[in-house]
Protein backbone atom coordinates (compact mmCIF):
# COMPACT_ATOMS: atom_id res chain seq x y z
CA UNK A 1 0.00 0.00 0.00
CA UNK A 2 2.71 2.56 0.79
CA UNK A 3 4.78 1.88 -2.21
CA UNK A 4 1.01 2.30 -4.41
CA UNK A 5 0.73 5.79 -1.91
CA UNK A 6 4.47 6.70 -2.84
CA UNK A 7 4.39 6.18 -6.81
CA UNK A 8 0.91 8.21 -6.88
CA UNK A 9 2.16 11.05 -5.19
CA UNK A 10 5.08 11.31 -7.70
CA UNK A 11 2.97 10.82 -10.59
CA UNK A 12 1.11 14.14 -9.42
CA UNK A 13 4.64 15.88 -8.71
CA UNK A 14 5.41 14.99 -12.16
CA UNK A 15 2.00 16.32 -13.41
CA UNK A 16 2.24 19.70 -11.26
CA UNK A 17 5.89 20.36 -12.77
CA UNK A 18 4.65 19.83 -16.36
CA UNK A 19 1.94 22.41 -15.72
CA UNK A 20 4.09 24.81 -14.41
CA UNK A 21 4.01 28.19 -15.96
CA UNK A 22 0.72 27.04 -18.18
CA UNK A 23 -2.33 28.36 -18.25
CA UNK A 24 -5.86 26.91 -19.11
CA UNK A 25 -8.10 29.34 -20.61
CA UNK A 26 -11.86 28.89 -21.10
CA UNK A 27 -11.66 26.03 -23.24
CA UNK A 28 -9.62 23.99 -20.86
CA UNK A 29 -6.77 24.23 -23.14
CA UNK A 30 -3.00 24.80 -21.97
CA UNK A 31 -1.59 27.86 -22.95
CA UNK A 32 1.76 29.28 -22.34
CA UNK A 33 2.27 32.94 -21.69
CA UNK A 34 5.97 34.18 -22.90
CA UNK A 35 7.18 37.24 -20.67
CA UNK A 36 9.09 39.84 -23.69
CA UNK A 37 11.01 42.06 -22.57
CA UNK A 38 11.37 45.24 -25.00
CA UNK A 39 13.08 48.71 -25.70
CA UNK A 40 10.55 51.29 -24.86
CA UNK A 41 9.87 52.27 -28.88
CA UNK A 42 8.70 49.00 -29.81
CA UNK A 43 5.52 49.68 -27.40
CA UNK A 44 3.02 50.04 -30.29
CA UNK A 45 4.79 48.26 -32.92
CA UNK A 46 5.20 45.19 -30.77
CA UNK A 47 1.81 45.37 -28.61
CA UNK A 48 0.12 44.44 -32.42
CA UNK A 49 2.66 41.98 -33.31
CA UNK A 50 2.01 39.85 -30.22
CA UNK A 51 -1.40 40.00 -31.20
CA UNK A 52 -0.92 38.74 -34.63
CA UNK A 53 1.65 36.07 -33.48
CA UNK A 54 -0.66 34.89 -31.06
CA UNK A 55 -3.20 34.51 -34.18
CA UNK A 56 -0.34 32.45 -35.91
CA UNK A 57 0.50 29.76 -32.86
CA UNK A 58 -2.42 28.57 -31.19
CA UNK A 59 -1.97 27.99 -27.29
CA UNK A 60 0.72 30.62 -26.86
CA UNK A 61 0.13 34.61 -25.45
CA UNK A 62 3.20 37.40 -25.13
CA UNK A 63 2.96 39.32 -22.25
CA UNK A 64 5.36 42.78 -23.18
CA UNK A 65 7.26 44.61 -20.57
CA UNK A 66 8.23 47.50 -22.20
CA UNK A 67 11.30 50.29 -20.68
CA UNK A 68 14.63 51.79 -21.46
CA UNK A 69 16.66 49.26 -22.47
CA UNK A 70 19.13 49.84 -19.41
CA UNK A 71 16.03 48.77 -17.41
CA UNK A 72 15.07 45.65 -18.70
CA UNK A 73 19.00 44.42 -18.39
CA UNK A 74 18.65 45.38 -14.87
CA UNK A 75 15.52 43.68 -14.15
CA UNK A 76 17.39 40.36 -15.89
CA UNK A 77 20.12 41.23 -13.37
CA UNK A 78 17.88 40.95 -10.40
CA UNK A 79 16.60 37.76 -11.82
CA UNK A 80 13.01 39.23 -13.12
CA UNK A 81 11.57 35.95 -14.71
CA UNK A 82 11.29 36.60 -18.72
CA UNK A 83 11.30 34.35 -21.96
CA UNK A 84 12.90 36.64 -24.43
CA UNK A 85 14.69 40.46 -24.81
CA UNK A 86 14.43 43.15 -27.43
CA UNK A 87 16.86 46.04 -26.72
CA UNK A 88 17.64 49.07 -28.91
CA UNK A 89 20.79 48.54 -29.50
CA UNK A 90 23.83 45.66 -29.39
CA UNK A 91 25.85 47.31 -26.46
CA UNK A 92 22.97 46.37 -23.90
CA UNK A 93 22.31 43.07 -25.46
CA UNK A 94 26.21 42.83 -24.68
CA UNK A 95 25.94 43.73 -21.29
CA UNK A 96 23.97 40.67 -20.63
CA UNK A 97 25.98 38.31 -23.06
CA UNK A 98 25.84 35.67 -19.83
CA UNK A 99 21.99 35.88 -19.57
CA UNK A 100 21.52 34.54 -23.65
CA UNK A 101 23.19 32.35 -26.13
CA UNK A 102 21.58 29.02 -25.00
CA UNK A 103 18.82 29.26 -27.39
CA UNK A 104 20.45 30.92 -30.38
CA UNK A 105 22.76 33.76 -30.70
CA UNK A 106 20.65 37.25 -30.79
CA UNK A 107 19.19 38.56 -33.98
CA UNK A 108 19.02 41.78 -35.50
CA UNK A 109 14.98 42.44 -36.10
CA UNK A 110 14.79 46.27 -36.76
CA UNK A 111 16.36 49.42 -37.56
CA UNK A 112 15.91 53.02 -36.41
CA UNK A 113 16.90 56.59 -36.73
CA UNK A 114 16.92 59.67 -34.33
CA UNK A 115 14.74 62.70 -35.10
CA UNK A 116 14.14 66.45 -33.89
CA UNK A 117 10.76 66.53 -32.74
CA UNK A 118 9.08 70.05 -31.07
CA UNK A 119 5.45 70.97 -29.94
CA UNK A 120 3.10 71.81 -33.21
CA UNK A 121 4.04 74.55 -34.37
CA UNK A 122 7.76 74.83 -33.44
CA UNK A 123 7.46 77.60 -31.36
CA UNK A 124 11.15 78.13 -30.96
CA UNK A 125 11.46 77.87 -34.66
CA UNK A 126 13.82 74.79 -34.45
CA UNK A 127 14.52 73.09 -37.78
CA UNK A 128 18.05 71.51 -37.82
CA UNK A 129 20.87 70.41 -35.30
CA UNK A 130 22.24 73.91 -35.57
CA UNK A 131 19.02 75.01 -33.18
CA UNK A 132 19.58 72.58 -30.45
CA UNK A 133 23.08 74.80 -29.32
CA UNK A 134 20.44 77.95 -29.26
CA UNK A 135 21.00 79.91 -26.01
CA UNK A 136 17.92 79.24 -23.43
CA UNK A 137 16.49 76.73 -25.60
CA UNK A 138 14.76 73.81 -23.84
CA UNK A 139 16.13 70.58 -25.06
CA UNK A 140 15.59 67.37 -23.18
CA UNK A 141 17.43 64.59 -24.54
CA UNK A 142 17.35 60.90 -23.49
CA UNK A 143 19.58 59.95 -20.00
CA UNK A 144 23.22 58.94 -21.83
CA UNK A 145 22.64 55.33 -20.34
CA UNK A 146 19.73 55.03 -22.38
CA UNK A 147 20.61 54.07 -25.83
CA UNK A 148 18.33 56.85 -27.63
CA UNK A 149 20.64 58.84 -25.23
CA UNK A 150 23.78 57.74 -26.14
CA UNK A 151 22.68 58.12 -29.80
CA UNK A 152 21.75 61.03 -28.98
CA UNK A 153 25.39 62.29 -27.75
CA UNK A 154 26.89 60.77 -30.61
CA UNK A 155 24.78 63.07 -33.48
CA UNK A 156 25.52 66.30 -31.14
CA UNK A 157 29.28 65.36 -31.03
CA UNK A 158 29.15 64.63 -35.07
CA UNK A 159 27.80 68.05 -35.42
CA UNK A 160 30.35 69.88 -33.19
CA UNK A 161 27.55 71.32 -30.70
CA UNK A 162 27.75 71.38 -27.02
CA UNK A 163 24.26 71.67 -25.30
CA UNK A 164 22.49 71.76 -21.58
CA UNK A 165 19.61 69.87 -21.39
CA UNK A 166 16.60 70.74 -19.29
CA UNK A 167 16.32 66.71 -18.36
CA UNK A 168 17.46 63.24 -19.45
CA UNK A 169 14.79 60.81 -19.71
CA UNK A 170 15.15 57.19 -18.40
CA UNK A 171 13.47 56.20 -22.29
CA UNK A 172 12.86 57.72 -25.26
CA UNK A 173 8.88 57.56 -24.79
CA UNK A 174 9.71 59.90 -21.89
CA UNK A 175 11.24 62.41 -24.48
CA UNK A 176 8.32 62.32 -26.53
CA UNK A 177 5.71 63.18 -23.34
CA UNK A 178 8.02 66.25 -22.65
CA UNK A 179 7.88 67.57 -26.06
CA UNK A 180 4.02 66.62 -26.90
CA UNK A 181 3.05 68.67 -23.52
CA UNK A 182 5.11 71.37 -24.77
CA UNK A 183 7.24 71.27 -21.64
CA UNK A 184 10.45 71.07 -23.63
CA UNK A 185 11.39 73.24 -26.85
CA UNK A 186 12.71 70.63 -28.99
CA UNK A 187 14.05 66.44 -28.20
CA UNK A 188 15.44 63.83 -29.79
CA UNK A 189 13.79 60.77 -30.30
CA UNK A 190 13.65 57.57 -32.68
CA UNK A 191 11.53 58.70 -36.45
CA UNK A 192 8.81 55.74 -35.42
CA UNK A 193 8.28 57.47 -31.90
CA UNK A 194 7.52 60.80 -34.05
CA UNK A 195 5.29 58.72 -36.54
CA UNK A 196 3.35 57.14 -33.72
CA UNK A 197 2.85 60.91 -32.31
CA UNK A 198 1.18 62.24 -35.65
CA UNK A 199 0.17 65.90 -35.26
CA UNK A 200 1.00 65.58 -31.85
CA UNK A 201 4.68 66.71 -32.93
CA UNK A 202 6.44 68.32 -36.16
CA UNK A 203 9.11 66.65 -37.15
CA UNK A 204 12.47 67.67 -38.43
CA UNK A 205 15.58 65.30 -40.26
CA UNK A 206 18.64 64.56 -39.05
CA UNK A 207 21.19 64.06 -42.67
CA UNK A 208 22.25 61.16 -42.89
CA UNK A 209 25.79 61.91 -42.44
CA UNK A 210 25.10 62.81 -38.87
CA UNK A 211 22.75 60.57 -38.09
CA UNK A 212 23.45 57.05 -36.63
CA UNK A 213 21.39 53.92 -36.84
CA UNK A 214 19.80 52.20 -34.49
CA UNK A 215 19.72 48.37 -34.27
CA UNK A 216 17.69 46.18 -32.29
CA UNK A 217 18.34 42.84 -31.12
CA UNK A 218 16.33 40.13 -30.00
CA UNK A 219 17.47 36.93 -27.85
CA UNK A 220 15.87 34.34 -25.77
CA UNK A 221 16.70 34.25 -22.44
CA UNK A 222 18.93 31.33 -21.24
CA UNK A 223 16.30 30.99 -17.65
CA UNK A 224 13.35 30.93 -19.92
CA UNK A 225 10.73 28.30 -18.70
CA UNK A 226 9.37 27.69 -21.92
CA UNK A 227 12.69 27.49 -24.65
CA UNK A 228 10.68 26.30 -27.48
CA UNK A 229 7.83 29.31 -27.87
CA UNK A 230 10.18 31.79 -26.75
CA UNK A 231 12.51 30.62 -29.88
CA UNK A 232 9.59 30.85 -32.34
CA UNK A 233 8.42 34.21 -30.90
CA UNK A 234 12.26 35.75 -32.47
CA UNK A 235 12.29 33.44 -35.16
CA UNK A 236 9.23 35.31 -35.93
CA UNK A 237 10.07 38.77 -35.79
CA UNK A 238 12.43 37.51 -38.96
CA UNK A 239 9.01 36.62 -41.30
CA UNK A 240 7.84 38.38 -43.71
CA UNK A 241 4.36 39.09 -41.20
CA UNK A 242 6.49 40.56 -38.72
CA UNK A 243 8.69 42.67 -40.90
CA UNK A 244 5.50 44.39 -42.46
CA UNK A 245 4.49 45.59 -38.90
CA UNK A 246 7.51 47.05 -38.57
CA UNK A 247 8.45 48.64 -41.84
CA UNK A 248 4.30 50.24 -41.64
CA UNK A 249 5.72 51.83 -38.16
CA UNK A 250 8.82 53.03 -39.73
CA UNK A 251 11.47 50.87 -38.77
CA UNK A 252 13.84 49.37 -40.92
CA UNK A 253 14.36 46.00 -41.49
CA UNK A 254 17.57 43.68 -41.70
Not at 137 to 155: D, M, Q, S, T
Not at 217 to 232: K, M, Q, Y
Amino acid sequence: MKSRLRGGAATLLSATILLAGCATDGDDHATTELTVLAAASLTDVFTEAGALFEDEHDGVTVRFSFAGSQELTAQINQGAPADALVTADTATMDAVSAETGDHGAPAVIARNELVIVTPPGNPAGITDLAGLGRDGLRLVLAAPEVPAGRYGEEILDRAGLTVTPVSQEPNVRAVLSKVRLAEADAGLVYATDATSAGDAVDTFPIPAGRNVVAEYPAAVLNSTAHPDEAAAFVAWLGTAPARELLTDAGFGTP
